[in-house]
């Protein structure tokens, strides 16, 4: 993984209010967009790759792909159709080349549906569990590598936990006999609540110069969300806010439970190159 090349580009457009993350990693892309980018999408030279996409909104999600067809007119249909209205944003790969044939396609995409309904707790609305079509030993071969060089982007470099928790499911993770405690630097944070902790971390790393401006470069333009945690606005389900402000128009997503709380605490401190020890009292 080390001495693959790593780029990571950032579109926006001229009223800077869309924007498109592109991540590269031969022999995979990855682009990452809100569903208003669409027309924006169109002018990149990525718009016409053939590639597996995952539609995304609350707690639902859609796996497809554009075979025989553009990425861009695939999306196009999608959000053309009054049964796609539940859709925020879009995650979707492919090769760099953007050339992936039928057999690529139809096993990429039934692996990935394979892979959300065994890992995640999300609203499927796939209503088969993707095509079957032969595939080569070879062409097998390098649609896993490509795979899995894809979530070496997701987990390592665009930060997005695509499987993590539901964001529909509020979670009521308060328990008065219970102690949550980090023990880091010398310091020790308590708190009375799971996500009580995850907040009073992230504010002290935003004001501790030795991790200020790691943290800071996690921050995305909008609200955040379960994969992408930190935002600069704040994230709301059915009315009620599912984030907290640890900083001055910061957000930090906190609709987890504790499991999956204590999981995210130990990505960000490994992330930061933090030794951690994490007690869940």
Do not use: C
Not at 34 to 58: C, M, W
Not at 75 to 99: A, I, N
Not at 120 to 130: V, W
Not at 146 to 170: M, Q, R
């Amino acid at each position: 993984m080390g001495d693959k090349v790593m780029k990571q580009i950032f579109i926006f457009s001229d009223s800077q209010k869309d924007n498109i993350s592109y991540f590269e990693r031969e022999p995979a892309m990855l682009v990452s967009m809100n569903r208003s980018d669409l027309p924006y999408l169109k002018e990149q030279d990525f718009a016409s790759h053939t590639a597996i996409y995952v539609l995304i909104g609350g707690n639902k999600r859609y796996v497809g792909q554009a075979a025989g067809q553009t990425i861009y007119q695939r999306l196009y249909q999608h959000f053309s159709k009054e049964d796609k209205k539940w859709v925020e944003s879009v995650l979707f790969f492919s090769r760099t080349d953007g050339k992936l044939s039928k057999a690529d396609t139809d096993y990429l995409e039934k692996r990935l549906i394979q892979d959300f309904t065994e890992k995640s707790d999300y609203q499927m609305m796939n209503s088969t569990i993707g095509n079957k079509s032969y595939i080569g030993k070879l062409s097998k071969a390098q649609s896993d590598q490509l795979y899995e060089t894809v979530f070496e982007i997701i987990d390592g470099i665009a930060n997005i936990d695509l499987f993590g928790v539901s964001e529909g499911k509020l979670t009521n993770e308060v328990s008065p006999s219970d102690m949550f405690e980090i023990q880091y630097d010398g310091h020790t944070l308590q708190s009375k609540s799971a996500r009580g902790l995850f907040v009073d971390l992230v504010k002290s790393m935003l004001v501790d110069d030795k991790y200020k401006q790691q943290i800071e470069e996690l921050i995305v333009p909008n609200a955040p969300t379960a994969g992408v945690i930190l935002g600069r606005k704040i994230s709301t389900y059915n009315g009620r806010p599912i984030s907290a402000e640890v900083a001055p128009g910061v957000w930090l997503f906190t609709n987890f439970s504790r499991k999956d709380t204590k999981n995210k605490l130990e990505k960000l401190t490994k992330q930061l190159g933090i030794s951690a020890k994490i007690n869940w009292k």
